[in-house]
């Protein structure tokens, strides 16, 4: 069985500076298969299934082995059979058959370099990514970051990484391509997102990328603002700050930021939304693929229990500020205003494979209290706003202006 590093966590693959890991789940598969190290020659044999894989009654493995031998006997360029990345071509095809961008079987290679991510160990842009009906997508630009400050906006197309197409890559290929060493520089060809046919092409030098947590600020007629950039480990911690510097302002009506948020830990999205929802009421829903449902509540810290709240959400909104607005919505009726959110409501485990390679399944997906489901179709918000290119030119932010308009009628 492999070791699965197990931490509660909603992610999107990113090239910022990022600390990844997943939650645990089960893997089921074959009890014997041939030794890799082993393979010289193979023989046209079907590998005993265990009761645990229940493989599909028609699946037949004498064709796997049947073409496998016939290109060992018979493939012209004798030098590029290679038992061993055969295998790994085979298992990659196997996961890339489940058209899930998030299932992901990384060889030796590819699974070193996700662990130098997990360690930080690389220079980055500062911007998640993620994949949209296939197309390599930017979820969100990290305040301050070298991608916020080369122009890249949450819902950009990603078509080209140094001039090497980005169709069928994988996220964690996207990554390695687009992650390395500071001060480095790295091409992007980009389209924005309403329009394919216009493209151009954005440099950006790679940094150490400095996250940042939560932003706040009292506005007029007391109405607090908090944005919040992720959840991750300091985010509950600075969320409670947060909150002090509301009461101690005397404002009693909150903005909740939730722009351009990609997500972060499940344990820091259920302790920010227990500051809005009663004890004991659900906060999020996660369906296994057994059909099991686990529930997460709210631990009912009481202090926005009764505040008038307004929720801003864009298309870089994901995974776990998906959680949190949708369990407003639902818990509260609290309104999300802006664009409709990313729609990544998936849980991933990774799992430690021989030969140093690894498997990241998603095992899990999430539903808001009500059971609605997150995945791809994300959340529409209760009122549309769109932030035009004038608008940000400008530097006017509608979304905001219309969340100030309607809390002030609360």
Request: glycine share 8%; net charge neutral; proline share 4%.
């Amino acid at each position: 069985m492999s070791i699965l590093i197990k931490k509660i966590l909603i992610i999107i693959i990113s090239f910022a500076i990022i600390a990844a890991s997943f939650v645990g789940g089960i893997f089921v598969g074959l009890n014997k298969k041939p030794t890799i190290e082993s393979i010289t020659s193979v023989i046209r044999k079907t590998p005993e299934i265990s009761t645990l894989g229940q493989v599909q009654a028609g699946t037949d493995f004498n064709l796997f082995w049947d073409v496998w031998s016939r290109l060992e006997e018979n493939f012209v360029d004798r030098s590029k059979i290679e038992p061993q990345k055969m295998v790994f071509g085979a298992i990659d095809g196997m996961v890339k058959s489940l058209e899930d961008p998030y299932t992901v079987f990384l060889p030796p290679e590819e699974s070193k370099r996700f662990n130098d991510d997990i360690k930080g160990e690389f220079g980055g842009i500062g911007a998640e990514i993620g994949i949209k009906k296939g197309i390599l997508t930017i979820i969100a630009p990290l305040k301050d970051s070298p991608a916020e400050k080369a122009g890249l906006k949450a819902g950009d197309k990603v078509l080209k990484i140094n001039g090497t197409s980005t169709i069928d890559l994988t996220l964690d290929k996207a990554v390695s391509f687009i992650r390395g060493l500071k001060g480095t520089e790295v091409v992007l060809t980009i389209a924005a997102a309403d329009d394919l046919g216009d493209t151009k092409e954005i440099k950006i030098i790679r940094d150490t990328i400095k996250i940042p947590v939560i932003e706040t600020k009292k506005l007029d007629e007391g109405i607090f603002y908090i944005r919040l950039f992720n959840f991750n480990d300091n985010s509950t911690a600075e969320f409670k700050k947060g909150l002090m510097e509301m009461q101690n302002s005397g404002a009693r009506k909150l903005i909740l930021d939730l722009r351009n948020n990609p997500g972060g830990y499940l344990n820091a999205a259920v302790d920010i939304a227990s500051w809005f929802i009663p004890a004991g009421e659900i906060v999020a829903r996660e369906k296994m693929a057994n059909g099991e449902e686990l529930i997460y509540r709210s631990y009912g810290y009481r202090f926005l229990e009764n505040t008038p709240v307004i929720t801003l959400i864009n298309q870089g909104s994901a995974s776990a500020s998906e959680i949190v607005a949708g369990a407003l919505r639902d818990q509260r009726k609290i309104k999300l205003i802006g664009d409709k959110s990313f729609g990544k409501g998936s849980v991933q485990e990774l799992e430690k494979l021989p030969q140093n390679a690894s498997l990241k399944i998603t095992i899990a997906k999430w539903l808001t209290p009500q059971g609605h489901s997150i995945n791809d179709s994300g959340l529409e918000p209760d009122i549309k706003v769109e932030i035009t290119k004038e608008d940000s030119d400008n530097n006017k932010d509608t979304q905001l202006d219309k969340a100030i308009e309607i809390i002030k009628g609360l």
